[in-house]
């Protein structure tokens, strides 16, 4: 393995929960409603880095089928969301190209984490702190 080229990123950032190294800036972030995975909420980037990707597979979302590849940190390796290559769908064309990075893999700009159990009580209690 060679040497671990990593991009340092100044201003609100999200991070890798496990190594923190820098994923994307909050000023990236293309939507954070409408986005939910096997964890809770994730956000749409228009930019991630320090990430490699996985191999291109089709998967039948809510919105319909797309072609996307699991995202990974650099710094660890955790899968931290995933990339649109294609989408299938004339009204989702937007979203090729861009990441979606899971809230509950992601420290957000001020270090907070993202609990599964958390959603729920957010419903109740209002947004993530991030959310403002």
């Known amino acids: 393995m060679g040497r671990l080229f990593v991009v340092n990123l100044e201003g609100k950032i999200y991070s890798c929960k496990h190594c923190r190294t820098h ?65 299938h769908e004339k009204s989702q064309k937007y979203k090729e190209g861009k990441s979606v990075l899971e809230r509950f893999k992601v420290s957000g700009p001020d270090g907070s ?13 209002g947004s993530d702190a991030d959310d403002v």
């Open 113 to 125: 984490s993202y609990w599964a159990n958390h959603e729920v009580s957010q419903l109740i209690a």
């Open 23 to 87: 994923l994307a800036l909050c000023e990236d972030i293309v939507s954070k409603v409408s986005f939910h995975s096997r964890h809770g909420k994730a956000y749409l980037f228009s930019k991630v880095v320090n990430v490699t990707m996985g191999e291109k597979e089709e998967r039948m979302m809510m919105t319909g089928r797309h072609t996307v590849v699991d995202i990974f940190c650099v710094g660890c390796g955790s899968i931290v969301g995933w990339k649109y290559e294609t989408a």
